[in-house]
T-cell receptor, first 113, second 113 residues
Framework: GQQVMQIPQYQHVQEGEDFTTYCNSS?????IQWYKQRPGGHPVFLIQ?????EVKKQKRLTFQFGEAKKNSSLHITATQTTDVGTYFC?????????????FGQGTILTVHP | NAGVTQTPKFRILKIGQSMTLQCTQD?????MYWYRQDPGMGLKLIYY???????DKGEVPNGYNVSRSTTEDFPLRLELAAPSQTSVYFC????????????FGDGTRLSIL
């Protein structure tokens, strides 16, 4: 079945440093979604990428979808303590997947003030 | 707007007991999903539904059952609880059209002792 791998598993940064998490799928995706989960909370949708090579920005966050639609990345510029949490990528295989997502293991981000 | 509501928020069960985790959404979403999240891990799909009366297995369905008699409700039933089912359970819904984000409930934290 489809697998989505995400690295690194943990990332500790000082406030102000940049952060990047990478996501790789074993199969070509219809779209990829990114979610953030605060400690003790539930996943919250951040963004969706659909087109090959797509790049989207949300303030300090930059999301990329690979040309082959099998990999993606999330980059945070100048991290803040409010960025703390787990970032998940989730791949949608499309077709008859009925919107089912395969989640990566997540990257746990810790930001030291 | 309540979104996705899960009850209970916490529960401790003894081995062999049964229980139903409730999930209801008020967004008129066709698609609903049940996930489990083990510590430090991503989300694993247990069951999903594309509409009232239609359900299907996800990645980890063993030990669980679901029903979908209405658009709003998607309860998850645990029969003969086992320690391996100790986890956080999230219910989610989406609009059902292509490329729609999933909206998550707050989760049910379940311990089997």
């Amino acid at each position: 079945g489809q697998q989505v791998m995400q690295i690194p598993q943990y990332q500790h940064v000082q406030e102000g440093e940049d952060f990047t998490t990478y996501c790789n799928s074993s199969t070509t995706l219809s779209n990829i979604q990114w979610y953030k989960q605060r400690p003790g909370g539930h996943p919250v949708f951040l963004i969706q990428l659909v087109k090959s090579g797509e790049v989207k920005k949300q303030k300090r966050l930059t999301f990329q979808f690979g040309e082959a639609k099998k990999n993606s990345s999330l980059h945070i510029t100048a991290t803040q303590t409010t960025d703390v949490g787990t970032y998940f990528c989730a791949g949608d295989a499309g077709g008859t997947s009925y919107g089912k997502l395969t989640f990566g293991q997540g990257t746990i981000l810790t930001v030291h003030p | 707007n309540a979104g996705v509501t899960q009850t209970p928020k916490f529960r401790i069960l003894k081995i062999g007991q049964s229980m139903t985790l409730q999930c209801t959404q008020d967004m008129n979403h066709n698609y609903m999903y049940w996930y489990r999240q083990d510590p430090g891990m991503g989300l694993k799909l247990i069951y999903y539904s594309v509409g009232a009366g239609i359900t299907d297995k996800g990645e980890v369905p063993n030990g669980y059952n679901v029903s979908r008699s209405t658009t709003e409700d998607f309860p998850l039933r645990l029969e003969l609880a086992a320690p391996s089912q100790t986890s956080v359970y999230f219910c989610a819904s989406s609009g059902g059209r292509r490329n729609q984000p999933q909206h998550f409930g707050d989760g049910t934290r379940l311990s089997i002792l």
